[in-house]
């Protein structure tokens, strides 16, 4: 049974939410149905209750859920393992990222770890509901996500791509109109929150005790085009994120506004120090050491993978 199809089910379990789990996964919300429909076949009893509002898991699903957690669990461990033997072979390596990050640059950065190292099978994950945390302890061995202030002494980190903080407004917004603003400017406004699936829920809330209030948080979410895009459209919330990522929404109902001063959020690479051949091969990568020419003719060096080619 492949265990990216297993993966696929926890994510879909987690959010009860096919479009939700594909955009955790970063693929497309056809591909999270047809890996559904595939295990559904191989398992030979449905695992969802589709048709309502939410989904909800059959009883197959919930027997299925307790086996698929535990398998899942043994192969992490043995990947673990494997993967720090001086002599292994062993050919994957799991990057995790928060949801942010994978609207600035992740997938270029991905394709070139791809054009880099073309055998190497590379699985893309997101953080945990404790980002912060879990990159503060060293808990995973790869880490793409935004960071504020001086990173982890725990794990090495380097700078892929520099950013700031902006804030995002529905285009009907007085504040839209504004070439910059102040966090006190948005004092009475009804907030939407990153939660702790991203690294910025930290540091927005320091910058908010700063700043000498705390907002109105109607919602906390961490998925952009599902989650924090919808709540500011529909319930006209205003948001801070970083402001490549706000750029990318492409939506004529929201609108970006800088602030006056400057809240740097840089979007890093966090690992732990490995000793797999092909573990080596992408920091050698992911920290600008190594150099790939791409098939359509471009240059794709470490750090400046971040643009489109």
Request: one cysteine or more.
């Given at each position: 049974?492949?265990?990216?199809?297993?993966?696929?089910?926890?994510?879909?379990?987690?959010?009860?939410?096919?479009?939700?789990?594909?955009?955790?996964?970063?693929?497309?919300?056809?591909?999270?149905?047809?890996?559904?429909?595939?295990?559904?076949?191989?398992?030979?009893?449905?695992?969802?209750?589709?048709?309502?509002?939410e989904l909800s898991l059959t009883p197959a699903g919930k027997a299925a859920l307790k086996?698929?957690?535990?398998?899942?669990?043994?192969?992490?461990?043995?990947?673990?393992?494997?993967?720090?033997?001086?002599?292994?072979?062993?050919?994957?390596?799991?990057?995790?990222?928060?949801?942010?990050?994978?609207?600035?640059?992740?997938?270029?950065?991905?394709?070139?770890?791809?054009?880099?190292?073309?055998?190497?099978?590379?699985?893309?994950?997101?953080?945990?509901?404790?980002?912060?945390?879990?990159?503060?302890?060293?808990?995973?061995?790869?880490?793409?996500?935004?960071?504020?202030?001086?990173?982890?002494?725990?794990?090495?980190?380097?700078?892929?791509?520099?950013?700031?903080?902006?804030?995002?407004?529905?285009?009907?917004?007085?504040?839209?109109?504004?070439?910059?603003?102040?966090?006190?400017?948005?004092?009475?406004?009804?907030?939407?929150?990153?939660?702790?699936?991203t690294t910025l829920f930290d540091y927005c809330s320091e910058l908010f005790r700063d700043?000498?209030?705390?907002?109105?948080?109607?919602?906390?979410?961490?998925?952009?085009?599902?989650?924090?895009?919808?709540?500011?459209?529909?319930?006209?919330?205003?948001?801070?994120?970083?402001?490549?990522?706000?750029?990318?929404?492409?939506?004529?109902?929201?609108?970006?506004?800088?602030?006056?001063?400057?809240?740097?959020?840089?979007?890093?690479?966090?690992?732990?120090?490995?000793?797999?051949?092909?573990?080596?091969?992408?920091?050698?990568?992911?920290?600008?050491?190594?150099?790939?020419?791409?098939?359509?003719?471009?240059?794709?060096?470490?750090?400046?993978?971040?643009?489109?080619?």
């Amino acid at each position: 049974m492949d265990t990216g199809k297993m993966r696929c089910f926890l994510t879909v379990v987690e959010h009860m939410s096919f479009s939700r789990a594909a955009e955790a996964l970063y693929i497309s919300q056809s591909a999270v149905s047809k890996k559904i429909a595939s295990l559904e076949a191989e398992i030979g009893a449905p695992l969802f209750i589709r048709g309502s509002k939410e989904l909800s898991l059959t009883p197959a699903g919930k027997a299925a859920l307790k086996y698929i957690e535990t398998i899942l669990k043994i192969s992490d461990e043995m990947e673990e393992e494997l993967s720090s033997m001086p002599d292994s072979n062993f050919s994957e390596v799991v990057v995790r990222s928060d949801p942010f990050s994978n609207r600035a640059g992740f997938y270029e950065i991905m394709y070139g770890l791809e054009m880099v190292c073309p055998r190497l099978k590379i699985r893309k994950e997101r953080l945990s509901s404790d980002a912060y945390s879990d990159i503060c302890k060293g808990k995973y061995a790869l880490v793409v996500a935004y960071w504020a202030g001086k990173p982890p002494q725990s794990v090495l980190s380097h700078v892929l791509k520099k950013d700031r903080l902006a804030v995002v407004v529905r285009a009907d917004n007085p504040l839209s109109d504004r070439e910059k603003v102040s966090l006190r400017d948005l004092s009475a406004e009804s907030w939407v929150f990153p939660d702790k699936y991203t690294t910025l829920f930290d540091y927005c809330s320091e910058l908010f005790r700063d700043a000498g209030f705390w907002p109105k948080i109607a919602f906390t979410e961490h998925m952009l085009m599902t989650g924090i895009a919808p709540r500011i459209i529909e319930n006209g919330c205003v948001a801070l994120i970083p402001e490549t990522v706000a750029e990318n929404i492409g939506s004529p109902h929201i609108r970006t506004v800088r602030l006056n001063a400057e809240y740097p959020v840089d979007m890093m690479f966090f690992y732990k120090p490995g000793k797999n051949r092909n573990f080596s091969r992408v920091i050698r990568y992911m920290t600008g050491e190594e150099v790939s020419r791409l098939e359509n003719g471009g240059v794709l060096n470490g750090p400046q993978a971040t643009r489109k080619l």
